[in-house]
């Protein structure tokens, strides 16, 4: 099964449509797939619901999404570095489903393993256990959270192999593992692809099982989200 598409626009080909719920892996710019974004923009799909840690910044990243008004819905749990992101929120004009952090990994990786739910102590008594089951284990009251499995999953990593086993580059090794497993359809970026084999197994961080379509790109922006330049004299 051949996995590698020549392009971005054409891994996503056929599988990308209105109402979709996506998940996009990274956090805030550090190992988002910057190629798979720019394609999904260029489809014109419209009406998602996108899973992430994080809407990007304003014009990069799912931030783009966000200013051709494609994203009806957002499921994440840091929102602060968009301003676009906070304008169309408080205005009524973007759906968000804020999720505590760990909250939001748990339920992508839940789905990956075929858990339909799960019960944690975070957010019992805020509004983020409002209208859901809350059950008590042990004198302690848990907060039931279900899963998450997106249609789509796009994913960044640093290398694969020509089956799809990953490996992920540090800290962009953050929600893209999890993003990954929890995708029905999983589309990865990379900066390398290598033969079968070439891989030393143990140092694979996902297997290729979860991955469907492959697209190389050798040279991304990966822009800094904020820069700190400290003056010396």
């Known amino acids: ?49 996108v899973i992430s840690n994080n809407a990007g910044v304003d014009g990069f990243g799912l931030g783009k999404l966000l200013t051709t008004r494609q994203i009806k819905k957002m499921i994440s749990s840091y929102v602060g570095e968009n301003k676009e992101f906070e304008r169309q929120y408080l205005s009524g004009e973007l759906e968000l489903e804020f999720t505590p952090q760990g909250t939001l990994a748990e339920k992508l990786r839940a789905g990956g393993a075929g858990i339909p739910a799960f019960f944690t102590k975070t957010g019992v008594g805020t509004i983020v256990a409002d209208g859901k089951e809350i059950r008590e284990f042990d004198g302690h009251k848990y907060v039931m959270e279900r899963a998450l499995t997106p249609e789509v999953s796009l994913v960044k990593a640093h290398i694969a192999d020509k089956s799809g086993n990953l490996i992920f580059n540090k800290t962009a090794r953050n929600f893209n593992p999890n993003v990954a ?53």
């Open 1 to 49: 099964m051949n996995k590698i598409y020549p392009s971005a626009a054409a891994a996503l080909d056929g599988i990308v449509r209105d109402g979709q719920l996506l998940a996009v892996g990274g956090f805030g710019l550090c190992g988002i797939p910057e190629a798979l974004i720019d394609a999904l923009q260029a489809t014109g799909v419209k009406d998602l619901t």
């Open 181 to 233: 497993q929890a995708g029905k359809l999983t589309v990865v970026e990379v900066e390398k692809i290598v033969e079968i084999g070439e891989l030393d197994p143990d140092q694979i961080h996902l297997p290729g099982i979860f991955v469907h379509r492959i697209v190389l790109n050798t040279t991304p922006e990966k822009r800094i989200e904020q820069r700190t330049i400290r003056k010396t004299i």
